[in-house]
């Protein structure tokens, strides 16, 4: 069992940086990949980035490539998304989840569970 907690989020001016942070309990944290996702009113959750369990490889949605950085602590259980350049079209929830199975870090080929509880990012224009 693994348990989720993400924070960070806040609100910010377009142009702007956040860093999210996704902190794990359980040891068997560092074995998993992890991902971050997004959802905005009215929108249905989106693949953001993710990250195998070495911090080795990462992956990324066109949408956010180039200004935000997945990386992990595993000494500290730990995932963080640096956001840069955000955008109001950034605005949304964002969640962050552990791959339970399948192949690769993207969807559909992963299935990811054991969400946190989200946090918001507001970025105003």
């Known amino acids: 069992q693994v348990q989720l907690v993400e924070s960070g989020g806040g609100l910010v001016q377009a142009g702007g940086s956040l860093r999210l942070s996704c902190t794990a309990s359980?040891?068997?944290?560092?074995?998993?990949?992890t991902g971050w996702f997004r959802q905005a009113p009215g929108k249905e959750r989106e693949f953001v980035a993710a990250i195998n369990w070495s911090g080795g490889i990462t992956l990324y949605a066109d949408s956010v490539k180039g200004r935000f950085a997945i990386s992990r602590d595993n000494a500290k259980n730990a995932v963080s998304l640096q956001m840069n350049s955000l955008k109001p079209e950034d605005t949304a929830v964002y969640y962050c989840?552990?791959?339970?199975?399948?192949?690769?870090?993207?969807?559909?080929?992963?299935?990811?569970?054991?969400w946190g509880q989200g946090t918001q990012v507001t970025v105003s224009s």
């Open positions: 989840a552990v791959k339970l199975k399948g192949y690769g870090l993207g969807l559909p080929g992963a299935e990811y569970g054991y």
């Open positions: 359980g040891r068997t944290f560092s074995s998993f990949a």
